[in-house]
């Protein structure tokens, strides 16, 4: 079973449009940053079945992953050319660069090396 906390109303300010909503047993769904965060129901349909599953189904999921750009060969190959070219990271990553060479890798990216300027 579902454990509750209730509040009084004049702890919380609901708009008017949700409130409304809600009278007509409409689901208010609440969003937090772009996703949904709270479901307001009303009393009455609080019993109802309630879908509580999180993120995106499985087959939404790959229909997405469908869509996407196919991932390029060559990728793998340019940044192992661009690690060899600059060696390991900087312990301090903030601290001037070196100049050094520029490359050119087998997809033509060509990276050149300056110093970061104060």
């Known amino acids: 079973m579902f454990r509750m906390t209730t509040l009084k109303a004049e702890e919380i300010?609901?708009?008017?449009?949700?409130?409304?909503a809600v009278a007509q047993h409409?689901?208010?769904?609440?969003?937090?940053?772009?996703?949904?965060?709270?479901v307001i129901v009303h009393p009455e349909d609080y019993g109802r079945a309630v879908?509580?599953?999180r993120g995106r189904s499985l087959g939404e999921a790959l229909f997405l992953l469908e869509q996407a750009a196919p991932p390029d060969p060559a990728?793998?190959?340019?940044?192992?050319?661009v690690l060899e070219a600059i060696g390991p990271a900087p312990a301090d990553p903030w601290e001037l660069s070196?100049?050094?060479?520029s490359l050119s890798t087998s997809s033509g990216l060509r990276v050149v090396y300056r110093p970061r300027l104060p």
Do not use: G, K, L
């Open 13 to 20: 300010r609901i708009p008017r449009r949700a409130r409304e």
């Open 75 to 81: 990728f793998a190959e340019d940044m192992e050319a």
């Open 51 to 53: 879908s509580s599953r």
């Open 26 to 38: 409409q689901e208010v769904v609440v969003f937090n940053r772009e996703r949904p965060a709270y």
């Open 98 to 101: 070196e100049t050094r060479p």
